[in-house]
């Protein structure tokens, strides 16, 4: 009897099999409710292959970019007087263009407009570079505009009452001139162009007559929601200006930085920030708290260097506008940013989770007495150590260099217009078939 009950056992599950194995042949999957093991396979592939998805990567073959050849009065001409007579439009060998200096202080900070024109000088950059120069504008993605908006500001412009600011405005009134004299500006009304603009004070004469273009800002604090805005325009980090920390490998990082929050900077800000201000009276009192007025000296950059490095969290309120240097200052020091401002918007937000490095407030939260130094010594060790490692593994994407290397601030930035152009072509088909105005504007 027991040796039929296990034959039938036996049979009936064989016919159960078989009836299975037939249904996914004759269906092409298992019936509703059944387990399909190659589905299962397959989304332990997916998840294995992208179980690092942090890392960004290349996303196919690079940007092809048309750089206009400028007269060097509109860029290289502010960085050497040798460069400034040169009023041709001779192409610039990317080994007879002046270094950055490196006595510029804060000017610096906005030098992105610099590393995007030398990284499409540099002809040997192929195996890592999001770009590609081009010399027929026929065959080009984007045109890129080479001039030094933020250093003509920081150079003409920075005492608005000088009488040297005519001179960034007549910079700006030539390049406009140049451009609409271009049939490729002609051809999209600039929509395909990329202007770096990054200073919130850069390009300020003229900028609505550019504001169709891709522009490279550091946030849209002055700008209107019209001119700027996520959809065509990329928010790109501040060159950092203390040193990164390369040998950051202490065996126990959480207690050998002493201080829990840091912030050494300008106290007295316009705007949104002015919260630093009501932020120093509040944190007065804490032992483990260094709040400190000061201006950017070198001794007062390497004396913020040193601090950042030895403390776990790093103060990062807004300043004249919703950024400001400071986080990235703190990145390269993996000092876990604390963030806080309303309105920051956050470079290569698509790529990276800045929710797994920093610490955000909002203003309202920051400025409620006790609240914020509550909740930071509330984080565990545990916490800060992943984020403190987020931050070693991140850092590279905030690197301001030559040649490029993969990955860095350059090439993120460039990888990021990549993503603008699908936008731009399509705004420059609709308008090329609408016969009346835009409705939906």
């Not at 020091?333 to 989770?353: T, Y």
Request: aromatic content about 12%; proline content about 5%.
């Amino acid at each position: 009897m027991i040796s039929k009950s296990i034959i039938t056992l036996i049979t009936f599950l064989i016919i159960t099999i078989t009836t299975y194995l037939i249904s996914i042949n004759a269906f092409g999957s298992g019936p509703i409710g059944a387990v399909d093991l190659r589905s299962h396979f397959s989304q332990l592939s997916f998840l294995s292959s992208t179980r690092n998805d942090s890392v960004p990567c290349r996303t196919g073959s690079p940007l092809r970019v048309y750089m206009y050849d400028l007269p060097n009065r509109f860029n290289v001409g502010m960085l050497n007087r040798k460069f400034n007579n040169n009023n041709n439009n001779k192409d610039i060998p990317v080994t007879n263009m002046p270094a950055w200096p490196r006595n510029s202080g804060l000017k610096q900070q906005h030098s992105v407009e610099y590393w995007m024109m030398k990284s499409l000088l540099c002809g040997e950059c192929g195996g890592v570079s999001e770009v590609v120069r081009v010399w027929d504008g026929e065959e080009a993605e984007v045109f890129f505009v080479p001039f030094f908006s933020s250093l003509s500001f920081n150079t003409h412009g920075r005492n608005m009452t000088d009488p040297d600011t005519e001179i960034d405005r007549q910079l700006q009134v030539d390049i406009l001139k140049f451009l609409r004299q271009s049939k490729c500006w002609q051809r999209t009304e600039g929509r395909d162009h990329v202007i770096p603009m990054h200073h919130p004070n850069a390009f300020r004469f003229l900028r609505e007559e550019v504001n169709a273009s891709i522009l490279i800002v550091a946030d849209f604090g002055r700008y209107s929601k019209v001119m700027s805005n996520l959809q065509k325009d990329v928010v790109a980090p501040y060159m950092h200006v203390m040193e990164s920390f390369v040998d950051d490998n202490s065996v126990d990082p959480y207690n050998s930085r002493t201080t829990l929050l840091f912030f050494r900077g300008r106290t007295v800000r316009k705007s949104e920030g002015v919260v630093r201000a009501k932020l120093e009276k509040i944190l007065k009192g804490y032992d483990d708290v260094h709040y400190e007025s000061s201006y950017a000296t070198g001794e007062s950059i390497k004396a913020s260097s040193q601090g950042m490095r030895s403390s776990k969290f790093c103060l990062n309120p807004a300043g004249d506008t919703p950024s400001s240097n400071r986080l990235f200052d703190a990145i390269v020091s993996h000092c876990v940013p604390v963030i806080v401002s309303d309105r920051i918007e956050l470079p290569f937000e698509d790529e990276l989770d800045y929710n797994k490095f920093s610490i955000f407030f909002s203003v309202e939260e920051a400025l409620t007495p006790g609240y914020m130094v509550q909740q930071l010594r509330k984080i565990p060790k545990e916490r800060w150590l992943e984020m403190w490692k987020q931050l070693k593994e991140v850092s590279h994407h905030f690197e301001y260099q030559y040649p490029p290397k993969k990955d860095d601030a350059v090439n993120m930035i460039w990888r990021q217009v990549r993503n603008k152009v699908p936008f731009e072509r399509l705004a420059v088909n609709r308008a090329r078939r609408l016969k009346v105005p835009d409705w939906w504007r």
